[in-house]
């Protein structure tokens, strides 16, 4: 017995031995964060969103857990690879941990995160396992999604969240390298985001045959409830039968909402973006420190404030819309790029925030 398992009391021990677990894994878009809300919403569930750590790495600790993970995610994800076990395992123990508290209060969990490699899986399993649950109760659930249904739905969130900070969708894929004029269109898009993701080596690893179950829910309604319930033997109440797909997803969407608001009001969302910044070894941008000239009018003070206010905005959404692309578009400078590209896409950045426009 761990030392772990040996401070939890007798009877959480027997709630989660008890305990039925779902591990839903995915490539990103797939709508993971999406079923687990609906499967607490639905049907009891308890959701760990897997991502929490990174979304709360406003605590040290988490900081760290985030540093590591997107430091293995760079050096061997995108190559097919594991990565060095010290960097990854930590984090994928600590979800791992997570869920299983969240056994001790419910009979009922599920964790949702992308786990791209077999070996996460495995490593999330055996601490469920080692923290007293029976791996006859351990469902893995694959999501599997058409590229252009899920590059579709990216398309639409990416545009919300530059509009929400005063740019458009263009010049915000400019900043990222894309090179055409206007805003994108949504042809444009999955165009550009294929290409990109054509540049990585590495990417998404299925499960093995026999280690689960895979649902597919590219038809992005009803079949896609219809599809999980059936993998894991769930029925909706009758009140909740006659709901459609619409209704039920507004309800579940509002979860995700507030925790994405949240994700960007604790300061988590700048602190990952710093985090990937010192990982490509880049420093601090320059148009990030924003100062208010004491010479200047008290009117001139107001307007200074305003326009603070807009870039921190921008700053805001541009951050949120990296974030996003991370694991759809890769980055479009690597390390063949040359130094000159690598300035013209920070210029890009530069004026973005500061202007609303490349």
Known sequence: MNITTATRTEQEQERIASAKFVYIVAEAGCGKTFTGDYLNLMHGYSHVDGDCILKNCYIPKNRELTYRFLKSYDL??????DGPEELWKPFYEEIAMLTLDAAKHSNHVVLTHASYRQ???KCVVQKLIEGGAKRENITILQLTIDMDVKLKGLYYRTKEQCESGGMTLGDGMRSGGWEGEGDITLSGFIKFSIEQMQKSTGGFENIPNGYGITVDVSGRDLTHLHGVDGALLLKRSTDDEILSFEEIKDKVQLIDQARDEEFGSNG????????SKELNGEGTDDDDDDEIDSTNTDADVVENIKEQEKSKN???????????????LRS?????DSEEQRKV???RRASLINTGKI
């Open 314 to 328: 921008r700053r805001s959404s541009l951050a949120s819309v990296e974030y996003l692309s991370r694991e759809f």
């Open 345 to 347: 896409m920070k210029g």
């Open 119 to 121: 070996a996460y899986r």
């Open 332 to 336: 479009s400078l690597n390390d063949n």
């Open 268 to 275: 988590s969302l700048e602190i990952m973006i710093q985090i």
């Open 76 to 81: 061997a994800n995108d190559h097919g690879e």
